[in-house]
């Protein structure tokens, strides 16, 4: 049984950084395309970056050159670092791992505000 668990969510000023930190408990780690996805008020959950078990990484269009997404197998982990942050990416934020099943963390707070 796979759990995840995030961890980094933080109020930040525009402009500011944080790092997302998500603990994979569970074995084959480096089988599983990880990504991070986040959920607004009054929207629907969306994909923000994935990478795979061997470091390709995709990203949403609007995060491209300020968020970056990275792993360590070793130590079953993924990140998300976030810089120049904006109001728009307040949201909350969950950990996701997928090979035949997917799993879901229960999601980290992350506040854009001055």
């Known amino acids: 049984q796979v759990q995840l668990v995030e961890s980094g969510g933080d109020l930040v000023q525009p402009g500011g950084s944080l790092r997302l930190s998500c603990a994979f408990s569970?074995?084959?780690?480096?089988?599983?395309?990880m990504g991070w996805y986040r959920q607004a008020p009054g929207q629907q959950r969306e994909l923000v970056a994935t990478?795979?078990?061997?470091?390709?990484?995709t990203y949403v269009e609007s995060v491209k050159g300020r968020f970056t997404i990275s792993r360590d197998n070793a130590k079953k982990m993924q990140y998300l670092q976030m810089n120049s942050l904006k109001s728009e990416d307040t949201a909350v934020y969950y950990c996701?791992?997928?090979?035949?099943?997917?799993?879901w963390g229960q999601g980290t707070q992350v506040t854009v505000s001055s």
């Open positions: 996701n791992a997928r090979n035949i099943n997917v799993y």
């Open positions: 569970g074995s084959r780690f480096s089988f599983y395309t």
């Open positions: 990478i795979t078990g061997g470091g390709t990484t």
